[in-house]
């Protein structure tokens, strides 16, 4: 399964029209390693992005910042710290990591928006 990391190289990979293992060559990488990388298998260090960017001829660094982006949200873990939360925030994290993984796609909208206001 691809990360939405994943999404972004390998469309833009076939955009530029590159092989996987074209640009595995390009990066001095195994076309294992970039596969691995695409589908989330590996974590990509910021360098590594740069490396990506590069190859898949990004002129202006938009790609770089669109997958440093993507990158965040492919992280398949996020350490919260609820040292000197109040009683509160700890409360409404708990909350929120119990309930999570059955959230429906709505109620993350509302959530997103929630936060999102000013």
């Given amino acids: 399964m691809l990360t939405p990391l994943g999404k ?3 469309k833009r990979r076939i955009d530029v ?4 293992r074209g640009m595995a060559e390009r990066m001095g990488v195994s076309a294992a390693y970039l596969s691995a990388l695409e589908t989330g298998k590996k974590s990509v260090a910021e360098s590594t992005l740069n490396q990506i960017a ?4 990004d002129q202006d660094g938009s790609f770089f ?6 990158n965040e949200y492919s992280k398949p873990k996020i350490e919260l710290t609820l ?3 109040s009683d509160r925030a ?6 929120f990591a119990r309930r999570f993984n059955g959230m429906e796609d709505d109620e993350f909208d509302e ?7 000013d």
Avoid: P
């Fill in 17 to 20: 029209g590159i092989s996987l």
């Fill in 54 to 57: 590069n190859a898949l001829e």
């Fill in 8 to 10: 972004e190289i390998r």
């Fill in 65 to 70: 910042e669109l997958i440093r982006k993507r």
């Fill in 90 to 95: 700890r409360e409404a994290a708990v909350i």
């Fill in 111 to 117: 959530l997103i928006e929630f936060i999102n206001r």
């Fill in 83 to 85: 040292q000197g939360s």
